[in-house]
C-alpha cells in the first residue's frame, strides 16, 4: 500500500481543489517554501498518486468489495455431535456474509476498505453498519432496504469446530440491483481492487463483472452452486481461490491429482486469469501465476472455528498484492491469515496483523 505524509496528505486536498494550482501559490496556503513545495510534488509523482499537469490526481486509494452481510448464528456441541438430537453446547451471534467478513479482515490488516452490500431496516441491519464501522469498513455506500430482513447465516459445528451444517437466508440479495451498482459506479471504479462473493444474483454478478472490467477483480467463489455464476466470465478476473469441488465445475476438469491441478490451472490462465490459488482443505494451497506453480501446506493444527478460513485467505490474497508479494509469499500469507483466523473463537480474530501473520508464514511447508 502507498504511504504518505502529512504534508503530501494536505497538497493533494490543495490540488484536487484545483488542479491547476501553482507550485508557488501551494508553499502560501500551507506557509512552506516553493522549493519544499516541488518537493513534494516530485515525491508524489514517483508515488503514482499526481500525474502531470495539471496535477491529475489518481484517487485510487480503496477496496472495494461487492458481496454479503449478514448476521452468523454458531452453535457448537461440548461433546460429539448427536444428529436429530439436542447437544449440550454453546451458541456464538457475530457479524458474518463473505463480502463483509473479507471487508473485516482487510480493515484489520489496515486498508482502506468500502462495502458494497445490502441490509434491512432492522436491528441486526443496524447492528451489522454500526460495529463494521467501528473496526474500520466503510459502510457509507450500504443499501438499507424495508422488504426483507438482514442475511442470516445458522451453522452447526462439530466436535472438531468444523462446519457438519449450515442454512443461509439470503433472499435480501435480489435487492442488490443494477441501480446500486450504477449509483455506486464512480466510487467503485477509484478502486485498488474489487472484491466480489458469488452471493449476488447471477445476472447481477455479471453484469456488475462486466462494468467493472478494466479493474483488478478478485473472485471468492463461496460455494459450489454459487461458484457456477462465474463460469461464463471468469476471465475477466485477476486472482480466483477456489476450493477443489468449486475448480473443477468452474474448469470443467476433474482433478485427481497434481497433472490435473496444473491443466486446470492452465485452463483458467488461458480464459485471462493472472493468479489461481486451489485450496485444498488438510492438503493445502496449489498456485500459479502462469510461470511458477507448486504447493504449500499449513502447520499442524486443531481449529477453534474454521469457518472464517477463507475469508481470511481472500483478504491476504488482497492484501499481498496490493504490497507487491511474489506468488510464493502470497501462497504464505494467505496460509498465515487463515491459520490465525482458525486460532480464534471469532469468525475473524481480533488480533489479525501483518506481524502475527509473518510469525506463521515461516512454518509453511512448500511442499515437494
Known amino acids: 500500500m502507498i504511504k504518505i505524509t502529512q504534508r503530501e496528505f494536505e497538497i493533494i486536498e490543495i490540488i484536487k481543489k484545483n488542479p491547476f494550482v501553482s507550485q508557488q501559490e501551494i508553499a502560501e496556503a500551507l506557509q512552506i517554501t ?3 513545495v516541488a518537493v513534494h510534488i516530485t515525491n508524489l509523482t514517483r508515488k503514482g498518486i499526481i500525474r502531470g499537469r495539471g496535477y491529475v490526481v489518481d484517487e485510487r486509494d480503496h477496496v472495494s468489495v461487492i458481496g454479503g452481510a449478514n448476521m452468523d448464528i454458531v452453535g457448537y456441541p461440548f461433546h460429539e455431535l448427536k444428529r436429530q438430537d439436542s447437544n449440550p453446547g454453546g451458541v456464538k451471534v457475530s457479524l458474518g456474509g463473505v463480502g463483509r467478513n473479507i471487508a473485516e479482515n482487510l480493515a484489520r490488516l489496515g486498508t482502506h476498505t468500502k462495502m458494497f452490500t445490502v441490509v434491512g431496516e432492522d436491528i441486526y441491519g443496524d447492528q451489522i453498519i454500526k460495529e463494521s464501522e467501528k473496526i474500520g469498513i ?3 455506500h450500504v443499501k438499507r432496504v424495508q422488504e426483507e430482513g438482514t442475511g442470516t447465516y445458522l451453522a452447526i459445528l462439530d466436535h472438531e469446530n468444523d462446519m457438519d451444517l449450515a442454512i443461509a437466508s439470503m433472499n435480501i440479495f435480489k435487492k442488490l440491483d443494477r441501480k446500486y451498482l450504477e449509483d455506486s459506479k464512480q466510487v467503485i471504479l477509484k478502486s485498488q481492487v474489487i472484491v466480489f462473493d458469488t452471493n449476488l ?6 453484469y456488475g463483472v462486466d462494468l467493472f472490467k478494466e479493474n483488478d477483480l478478485f473472485l471468492d467463489t463461496v460455494s459450489h452452486t454459487k461458484a457456477l455464476r462465474a463460469k461464463s466470465v471468469i476471465g475477466a478476473f485477476h486472482t480466483i481461490k477456489p476450493n477443489r469441488l468449486e475448480a473443477e465445475a468452474l474448469s470443467g476438469i476433474a482433478i485427481q491429482d497434481y497433472h490435473d491441478l496444473e491443466k486446470a490451472c492452465g485452463f483458467f490462465h488461458s480464459e485471462g486469469v493472472k493468479n489461481v490459488f486451489i485450496t485444498l482443505g488438510p492438503e493445502g494451497v496449489f498456485y500459479s501465476d502462469g510461470l511458477k506453480n507448486g504447493m504449500m501446506k499449513a502447520p499442524k493444527m486443531t481449529p477453534k472455528n474454521a469457518t472464517g478460513a477463507g475469508d481470511a485467505f481472500q483478504a491476504a490474497l488482497v492484501y499481498s498484492e496490493l504490497h507487491g508479494f511474489p506468488i510464493k509469499d502470497k ?5 498465515g491469515a487463515s491459520v490465525m483466523a482458525m486460532n480464534a473463537y471469532e469468525t475473524i480474530n481480533p488480533d489479525l496483523s501483518e506481524s502475527e501473520i ?11
Open 34 to 36: 516553493r522549493s519544499s
Open 138 to 140: 466503510d459502510m457509507s
Open 201 to 206: 444474483e447471477e445476472e447481477i454478478f455479471r
Open 331 to 335: 501462497v504464505r500469507f494467505a496460509i
Open 358 to 368: 509473518r510469525k506463521i508464514m515461516k512454518k509453511v511447508e512448500e511442499m515437494k
